[in-house]
């Protein structure tokens, strides 16, 4: 099951799941699993920017893959974040994530990268200290990393480094990075879609292969990618209108990941809604926002079940 360019459909950013006083929560997470495979993702990635990966320790995170993996590989794919800036323990964690059944591996490029042959140079230390039989994805997220990775730079490491497959997209404003990427004449590579999926229809229709998010309803990232893959863009456009209020409002800065885990625990994935410290909290008054976008979601819904 390693990572190809073939790669496509839905790879779920999974929650990382702890108890009310911070502690990791391996029955929540074997809960979780179920509850992202019963709505039929292609994929997991685990230890992503929203599975809280920073907060853990280096013992923590060890065991969190091997309980992850040993849960899911086999039964799909599944890449795991490694990024760090340290490439020595990049090379460490993703040699423990092969070892133990996962599919690849995802990194982002860490601040103060400002040039692209500062970028460049730094991806072919990574690939070299992880060799040429670890797939890897990269995560341009300039919006949380800092780095701005140019359409240029990118097909330029396609081109260099045959271990790279996946392009994890989500600049903001990205769509014509995308376009450019895929129009390029070099290796196709897959293209999966993040940002909570805000972009996912017009991503697909630029020729992207899928989404990697965490958005709490995988179900309409799937079907949205069907209904695209078929041609009905309209249709996949409707239902993903219908969601559409929250994942923007499961997109805010700082309370997103909150947010998210309030919608997951509320829907059975989660046992607890808690984030580890330092991180966001939620009002009383984001308690009824959520209330009220949920029931409004459901009643858009089945006004698109009645035609």
Known sequence: MKLSENAAGVYIISATPFTEIGAIDYASADQ????????????????????????????????????????????????????????????????????????GVMIAPPSGLSSDESIYNYFAHCFEALGPEIPVCYQDFPLATGVSLSANLFIRMVKDFDQLVMLKHEDWPGLNKLSKVRESNGRRVSILCGNGGIFLPEEMARGADGAMTGFAFPEMLVEVVRLCNEGLHDSASDLFDAYLPLIRFEQQPGAGLAIRKEILHRRGALACNATRLPGPRLSKTDHTEITRLLTRLDQRLNELKRG
């Open 32 to 103: 979780l699993v179920d509850f992202y495979l019963d709505r039929n993702v292609t994929g997991m990635t685990i230890l992503g920017m929203m599975g809280e990966a920073p907060k853990l320790s280096s013992e923590e995170t060890q065991s969190f893959i091997q309980t992850m993996l040993k849960r899911v590989a086999g039964r799909v794919p599944v890449i795991v974040g490694v990024s760090n800036a340290g490439i020595e323990n990049i090379a460490a964690v993703s040699q423990l994530a092969m070892d133990q059944g996962a599919a």
